[in-house]
Nanobody
């Protein structure tokens, strides 16, 4: 009973910025890494950015210096600030959260949202 919900997508022109948000809710003991992935039409899902619970971040080479991932662990939220967007960034963006659930010490499981569409077009 964990839900992951993304928001913030939209249609923007090249060079514009967008900020995606993702929240995890439900019976969660703790959250480990949270990240963003994207899938463009006809392509496989690819990693965009990840942040650990300690704040260590990793980025795909294609978004380095343009995208910034951050998280608010208290609110169980992760954000993706996307600057200088270009048409190649057009995709359905998914949020992923690795959560510890269950009873006692629980166990770890990955959860995904349904995605938020980002379209970059003039």
């Amino acid at each position: 009973q964990v839900q992951v919900v993304e928001s913030g997508g939209g249609l923007v022109q090249p060079g514009a910025s967008l900020r995606l948000s993702c929240t995890a809710s439900g019976s969660i003991i703790s959250i480990g890494p949270m990240g963003w992935y994207r899938q463009a039409p006809g392509k496989e899902r690819e990693h965009v950015a990840t942040t650990t619970s300690d704040g260590v971040t990793t980025y795909a080479d294609s978004v380095k210096d343009r995208f910034t991932i951050s998280r608010d662990s208290y609110k169980k939220m992760v954000y993706l600030q996307m600057n200088n967007l270009n048409p190649e960034d057009t995709a359905l963006y998914y949020c992923s959260a690795r959560c510890r659930i269950g009873k006692g010490w629980g166990f770890w499981e990955n959860f995904w949202g349904l995605g938020t569409q980002v379209t970059v077009s003039s």
